[in-house]
C-alpha cells in the first residue's frame, strides 16, 4: 500500500523558513517523480513544485520560485521542501503527491494527508 | 501558463442523475496530459482519469472522461451517494503544471 507522509509544517513569521518533508512507503520510491501541490484555506489546488526519479528534472511555479528548493534522497525515501522568505500566501495545506511517471510531466496517482503551513 | 476553466462552478444534481463537467484550456493540451481528481472535504484529492480518458486503479466505470485539444470533459453516468464532492481537472504537459478552478457537484 502506497504511503505519503508529511510532516514539518507549523505557524511560522513572514519572512522565516520551514522545511517539510514526506516519508514514502509502498512502492519504489526512486522510479517515480514527486511533487508538492498546496491548498490554500477553502481553496483550489495549486501544483508547487516537482522533482523527477533522478533529480535531474525540477520545476517550480512562478509564485514559489527562488524561495522554495525542492529535493529528494532516495537512500531515505524521503522528499523535501525548503521554503524560505515566507509569505501570509504561503499559508495552505502541503500535499507530498507521487507522479505516474518517472518525469515531472505527469499526473499524481497518490496523495499524503497534508501538512498545514500558517504564515502570520 | 495554461490556464484551465471548468464549467459549471456548482453543479446540482440527484443521485441517479448524470453529470457533465467541463475543462477548457487557454491553449492546446495534448490528450495524454490531461487529469481529473476528485477531492471529498477534508480529504486528500484522489486521481480519476489521466491520459484524458484512462480511468485511474480502481475508479467505477461510471466516471469517463473525454476530448481533446482545448476541451475536456468528464461524464459520471449515474451518481453515487458518495460521488458528491469537488472535481479538479489538471495539465501536466506545461510549465507550471496548472489545475482548474474546480466543480463542485453537490446534492439537488
Known amino acids: 500500500e502506497v504511503q505519503l507522509l508529511e510532516s514539518g509544517g507549523g505557524l511560522v513569521q513572514p519572512g522565516r523558513s520551514l522545511r517539510l518533508s514526506c516519508a514514502a512507503s509502498g512502492f519504489n520510491f526512486d522510479d517515480y517523480s514527486m511533487h508538492w501541490v498546496r491548498q490554500a484555506p477553502g481553496k483550489g489546488l495549486e501544483w508547487v513544485s516537482g522533482i523527477s526519479w533522478n533529480t535531474k528534472y525540477i520545476d517550480y511555479a512562478d509564485s514559489v520560485k527562488g524561495r522554495f528548493t525542492i529535493s529528494r534522497d532516495n537512500a531515505k525515501n524521503s522528499l523535501y521542501l525548503q521554503m524560505n522568505s515566507l509569505r501570509a500566501e504561503d499559508t495552505a495545506l502541503y500535499y507530498c503527491?507521487?507522479?505516474?511517471?518517472?518525469?515531472?510531466?505527469?499526473?499524481?496517482?497518490?496523495w499524503g494527508q497534508g501538512n498545514l503551513v500558517t504564515v502570520s | 501558463e495554461i490556464v484551465l476553466t471548468q464549467s459549471p462552478g456548482t453543479l446540482s444534481l440527484s443521485p441517479g442523475e448524470r453529470g457533465t463537467l467541463s475543462c477548457r484550456a487557454s491553449?492546446?493540451?495534448?490528450?495524454?496530459?490531461l487529469a481529473w481528481y476528485q477531492q471529498k472535504p477534508g480529504q486528500a484529492p484522489r486521481l480519476l482519469i489521466y491520459g484524458a480518458s484512462s480511468r485511474a486503479t480502481g475508479i467505477p466505470d461510471r466516471f469517463s472522461g473525454s476530448g481533446s485539444g482545448t476541451d475536456f470533459t468528464l461524464t459520471i453516468s449515474r451518481l453515487e451517494p458518495e460521488d458528491f464532492a469537488v472535481y479538479y481537472c489538471?495539465?501536466?504537459?506545461?510549465?507550471?503544471?496548472?489545475f482548474g478552478q474546480g466543480t463542485r457537484v453537490e446534492i439537488k
Open positions: 503527491a507521487k507522479g505516474k511517471g518517472s518525469g515531472t510531466y505527469t499526473p499524481l496517482d497518490y
Open positions: 491553449q492546446s493540451v495534448s490528450s495524454s496530459y
Open positions: 489538471q495539465q501536466c504537459s506545461g510549465s507550471p503544471r496548472t
